[in-house]
């Protein structure tokens, strides 16, 4: 339960976030590939980055939807460093991606559901706890979970039933 009307608006406003991240991940699904989605939100609110995995149709292992998300929003703001934005990305971020969000100055990174096998915020790693880095990002996990992993295993049971044997 939030402790504070704040922490409430708060709250309610990353899960706001986290639904247009949702819908990146449904346009990658679309595409056919693993359904995450992210959006890149300024110190105002307004989101200035969208992205949502393409490695295998852009033929990119770089391609995860943080990524592309960050780029998008570089392009726009005109500038790599991201300082004051927010990244919500609908699956805990890779070793990849981490290293990205931490050269990019974001302030915050909101994610939804934990990666098990890779994922370098809470399950793997806390690659943003380490001591050797100059910058420090704020993070909050578990946003809209329960839907985002539901989705996810959905996504994989449905490709291992049409995969042939």
Not at 36 to 60: K, L, T, W
Not at 76 to 88: A, Q
Request: aromatic share 6%; net charge neutral.
């Amino acid at each position: 339960m939030p402790s504070s009307l704040l922490e409430s608006t708060l709250m309610r406003s990353d899960e706001y976030y986290m639904h247009r991240a949702m819908d990146q991940a449904r346009r990658a699904e679309a595409a056919g590939e693993v359904p995450v989605g992210a959006v890149v939100v300024d110190r105002n609110g307004e989101i200035v980055g969208c992205g949502f995995n393409a490695p295998v149709s852009g033929h990119d292992p770089s391609a995860h939807a943080e990524i592309r998300a960050l780029r998008d929003a570089g392009t726009r703001l005109g500038n790599y460093r991201l300082d004051g934005c927010t990244l919500f990305v609908t699956l805990e971020p890779c070793l990849m991606c981490t290293g990205a969000i931490i050269h990019a100055r974001l302030a915050r990174v909101v994610y939804g559901a934990a990666e098990p096998r890779s994922g370098m915020v809470e399950s793997r790693a806390n690659l943003f706890a380490q001591p050797w880095y100059n910058h420090r990002v704020e993070v909050v996990g578990g946003v809209l979970a329960p839907r985002i992993a539901k989705h996810l295993k959905a996504f994989f049971a449905e490709r291992r039933d049409t995969a042939e044997p």
